[in-house]
Every structure is written in structure tokens, then in C-alpha cells.
């Protein structure tokens, strides 16, 4: 089944992504401040992959990680984000390396990866 875990999304950006979502067949699941030290595997119900990292500070930007997406609905999603002109700077796709990986854990990446490719 096809998820978008979203963390800190909300208002009219909320919207357009459930809209999207729905319309591509991607059930989405809202990432709470708890969830932010659990292991993606068991947020996102793929068993238990990870153990939790309590080292990992929790963040309040916003993060969208898409699970189990089929091509169509993963290209369909980001080019209605463009066409709808919202964006989520920090989007990710789960593979085997990073579903032991806690959200908080998984954001510090993405901002480490945004700041060196922007040479900050």
C-alpha cells in the first residue's frame, strides 16, 4: 500500500497533498511528535527494522516520506505539487537503509544534504 508520511504539514499545503494523494491512490499518515523517535519500519507498519535513536533532536519543519509508491504515483504526486505550486523542502522515499531510521534521524540527513548542496 502506498503511504505519504507527513510531519508538520498543514493548512491549504495539507490540503493540496491530501487532494493529490487521493487522487493517485496514496493513503496518508500523519507523523506525530512522538513518532519522531520510532523507527520508520514500525510508524509505517513494515514491522520492526530499527531500534530507536534518542540522539536525534526532534525538528518543526516539514517533512513528507513516501512509502511503496509505484512510478506513476510517485511522479504524478511531485509534478501535481509543482502544477498546484506547493512545495515540501524536505521529501524522501524509504529503502531498506533508511527504514531503521528514525524520522528525526532521517530530517538530519536531508538538512545536512539541502546545506551542502546549497554550500552552507
Same mark, same amino acid.
Given at each position: &500500500?502506498a /503511504? ?5 504539514? =498543514?493548512? $491549504? /499545503? ?13 493513503v496518508?499518515? %500523519?507523523? @506525530?511528535?512522538? $513518532?519522531? =523517535?520510532? +523507527? ?13 535513536? =534518542?540522539? $536525534?533532536? +526532534?525538528?518543526?519543519? %516539514? &517533512?513528507?516520506?513516501? $512509502?511503496?509508491?509505484?512510478? %506513476?504515483?510517485?511522479?504524478? !504526486?511531485?509534478?501535481? !505539487? ?6 515540501? @523542502?524536505?521529501?524522501?522515499? =524509504? @529503502?531498506? #537503509? ?15 544534504? #539541502?546545506a ?5
Open positions: &500500500m /503511504k505519504a508520511l507527513l510531519f508538520n504539514i =498543514t493548512g $491549504d /499545503k495539507r490540503k493540496k497533498l491530501g487532494f493529490l494523494c487521493m487522487q493517485y491512490g496514496i496518508i499518515q %500523519e507523523g @506525530t511528535a512522538a $513518532d519522531q =523517535t520510532r +523507527p520508520l519500519s514500525r510508524i509505517l507498519g513494515r514491522g520492526d527494522q530499527g531500534a530507536p535513536n =534518542t540522539l $536525534d533532536a +526532534p525538528f518543526a519543519d %516539514e &517533512m513528507l516520506v513516501l $512509502d511503496g509508491l509505484s512510478q %506513476e504515483q510517485f511522479h504524478g !504526486l511531485l509534478n501535481g !505539487l509543482q502544477m498546484l505550486r506547493s512545495t515540501v @523542502t524536505c521529501k524522501a522515499i =524509504t @529503502t531498506e #537503509h533508511n527504514l531503521a531510521w528514525t524520522p528525526a534521524r532521517l530530517y538530519r540527513e536531508l538538512a545536512a544534504e #539541502h551542502a548542496l546549497n554550500g552552507r
